[in-house]
């Protein structure tokens, strides 16, 4: 098989200040498939930070995609075996109110991220700022400025991960099984809602879905995160 057009994340995309947004990342391979990321649900295993602006080779696999560089797998892409369960809807209204107690405003192991970063202006980063809802969900509202298989996936990141306690537990992506069944449109209103289901040791595991107009189920996905120590990666 002949490997595809390489992959570069630019530096837009960065989730800590060094390496590649794990959600826009795992979007953006699993867009090489030949679903093109949207309609099946792709499971990406993140094995390394994605560097930043740098070309990344894309070699096609009987299973689905691998992302390499300088020699070394930095993702791998599947189709997924099972569909991810989306998370129970909340109201536009609970979610705004949910985003006014972002934690990430307070305390942030990476503030510029491109998902959830407080550092980042609006149209540049997506700004989702996930607060509590319950015991195990967070919510927030999103106006997307730029639609796209990678934006979608990237938009899924993070409210996963702020279910959970970043601010005890910070924590880097490690995995994502998500599925699009549309690309959101520009300049309409969604939810994303996040949801804690289990940790186990360094693990965490959590789960996003963006809903529509009507709880429509625009995307949804699954992840495991890994803790770190933030310092190793600014």
């Keep these: 098989m002949s490997s595809l057009p390489p992959l570069i994340v630019p ?24 679903a093109q990321g949207v309609g099946a649900a792709v499971t990406v295993t ?4 994605p560097p930043l602006d740098v070309p990344m080779p894309v070699l096609p696999t009987a299973a689905g995609a691998t992302l390499t560089h300088d020699g070394e797998v930095v993702a791998e892409a599947v189709y997924a ?9 909340v109201s536009v209204a609970a979610a705004a ?5 972002y ?8 503030p510029t991220c491109y998902v959830c970063g407080p550092d980042r202006r609006v149209g540049d980063g997506l700004r989702i700022f996930a607060g509590p809802v319950d015991g195990e969900r967070v919510a927030a509202t999103w106006t997307p400025h730029d639609s796209a298989v990678p934006v979608a996936w990237a938009a899924l990141d993070c409210p996963g991960g702020w279910s959970s306690d970043l601010e005890g537990r910070p ?13 959101p449109r520009t300049s309409e209103r969604y939810v994303v809602v996040g949801e804690l289901r289990g940790i186990e ?6 789960a996003a879905t963006l809903y529509g107009p009507d709880d429509e189920v625009v ?15 600014l």
């Design 11 to 34: 530096h837009r995309f960065n989730g800590p200040p060094r390496s590649g947004n794990g959600g826009w990342t795992s979007g953006a391979l699993a867009a090489t498939l030949p």
């Design 171 to 183: 924590s880097v992506l490690g995995r994502m099984t998500a599925e699009v069944h549309s690309l």
């Design 81 to 89: 075996e099972e569909r991810p369960a989306p998370v129970a809807p």
């Design 46 to 49: 993140l094995r390394r930070p």
């Design 219 to 233: 995307a949804t996905a699954e992840h495991v995160w890994f803790t770190v120590d933030p310092k190793d990666y």
């Design 103 to 110: 934690p990430g405003h307070r305390v942030h192991p990476f």
């Design 97 to 101: 109110e949910a985003a006014a107690g």
């Design 201 to 206: 040791g360094r693990r965490t595991f959590t």
